[in-house]
């Protein structure tokens, strides 16, 4: 029975030189059984890397609203809003400092706020500005123009309580997100979902091209572990769900799934305290792999138990019927020891 923690070992050390750390055993037994996949979207099938688009100060932003007095450019809309996203590290706001060009001087802001799943706020020379998505200028009931959502992302800014205009950015699919779905699908994954904070133009047409069974758009993060809990309570019988996400505003769902899988190079902190499983190299086709050394990891122990009893049984009815020899009694012992041993070992190759 040496041969289990074995397996369980040789499995981990696997999958860690495939770039893949397993936090503990019971893990990969879970993982073995999962046949629903939960992904964020920002930064873990996408790059989350987003460049600036277009940027629209009100009144060219086809909102019917004449650019009049105070009207700014479109370099002063960006360098509110890379101003006021100076302290954030969610990817939007790193694309913006980095469009800007503009050194983070934090003489010129104050009191910045970052709400998970809306934006910033920040007072910046003195203004209030508010940098983030349209949930955000719900909440701060300030009407903006309809920006054109469908080709991105969207960063809404306002100044002082006024809409500014916005700026459109977009962020690429990782290059081996499609191919990980459906090499997913080919292991057993049944179930393919995304969730997201982002519009649902943009999340719809990420989910398209990737073939997601569903889309859930514009969550926040308390929002997204609600729907993995709903997803959880439709599981039937032993059938797992696991959830991939890079952590930003997604920690609580990493801790609330079967399994959570993080993405272990962009990925905060706390998603990789919160997570299971860490993805050394932020690629989706990593999952697969977890995915295939957990099942052969499993299958390698039942192999095992079925091996090592079934030899075993045999011997004590060739022992009552008295055809048993000693050597094959030191078969049934250290024979079916060392096969079960040189067989646990080839969990070590993914
Ligand atoms: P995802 O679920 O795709 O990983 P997030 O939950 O990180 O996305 O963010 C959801 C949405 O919230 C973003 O698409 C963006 O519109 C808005 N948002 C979050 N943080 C910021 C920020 N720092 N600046 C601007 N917008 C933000
Ligand atoms: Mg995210």
Redesign the pocket.
Same mark, same amino acid.
């Not at 964020?40 to 873990?44: A, N």
């Not at 970052?114 to 910033?120: D, Y």
């Not at 969730?195 to 519009?199: A, K, R, S, Y």
């Given at each position: 029975m040496v041969s289990i923690p074995l397996s369980f070992f040789a499995s981990i050390g696997g999958a860690s030189r495939a770039g893949v750390l397993v936090k503990g055993s019971n893990y990969l037994e879970a993982l073995s059984q999962v046949t629903c996949m939960v992904f964020?979207?920002?930064?873990?099938l996408t790059k989350g890397v987003f460049e600036v688009q277009e940027v629209i100060p009100a009144g060219d932003a086809g909102d019917g609203s004449a650019p009049g007095e105070g009207s700014m450019s479109g370099q002063e809309l960006l360098e509110y809003a890379a101003l006021a996203?100076s302290a954030?590290t969610?990817p939007?706001?790193e694309c913006?400092r980095r469009a800007c060009g503009l050194q983070p001087d934090l003489g010129r802001v104050k009191d910045i706020t970052?709400? *998970?799943?809306?934006?910033?706020t920040a007072l910046v020379d003195g203004k209030k500005v508010a940098?983030?998505?349209r949930?955000?200028m719900d909440k701060l009931g300030i009407a903006c123009g309809r920006g054109p959502e469908e080709d991105g992302?969207?960063?809404y800014v306002a100044v002082d309580g006024r809409y500014a205009g916005c700026i459109r950015i977009a962020d690429s699919l990782k290059e081996s997100s499609a191919e990980a779905m459906a090499a997913l699908r080919r292991i057993g994954v049944k179930k393919l979902v995304m969730?997201?904070?982002?519009?649902p133009a943009a999340?719809d047409r990420i989910g398209q091209s990737l073939g997601m069974d569903s889309v859930l758009s514009e969550?926040?993060?308390g929002d997204?572990v609600e729907k993995v809990e709903a997803l959880l309570s439709e599981m039937p019988g032993k059938e797992k769900l696991a959830f991939a *996400?890079?952590g930003?505003?997604?920690a609580p769902v990493l801790g609330r799934a079967d399994v959570g899988i993080a993405m272990g190079a962009m990925g905060s902190d706390a998603a990789i305290e919160a997570a299971d499983i860490v993805l050394m190299h932020d690629d989706p086709m990593q999952i697969v792999t977890a995915i295939r050394i957990a099942k052969k990891c499993m299958r390698i122990v039942y192999e095992n138990i079925v091996f090592a009893i079934g030899v075993k049984l045999l011997c004590l009815l060739l022992g009552a019927l008295g055809i048993a020899n000693m050597w094959l009694a030191i078969f049934a012992d250290v024979g079916v020891l060392v096969i079960a041993v040189l067989n646990a070992i080839r969990a070590l190759r993914v």
């Open positions: 964020d979207k920002t930064g873990t996203e954030s969610h939007i706001s913006l970052e709400t *998970g799943g809306h934006g910033v940098a983030g998505n949930k955000m992302t969207m960063v969730l997201t904070g982002d519009n999340a969550l926040l993060p997204k *996400g890079d930003i505003n997604d």
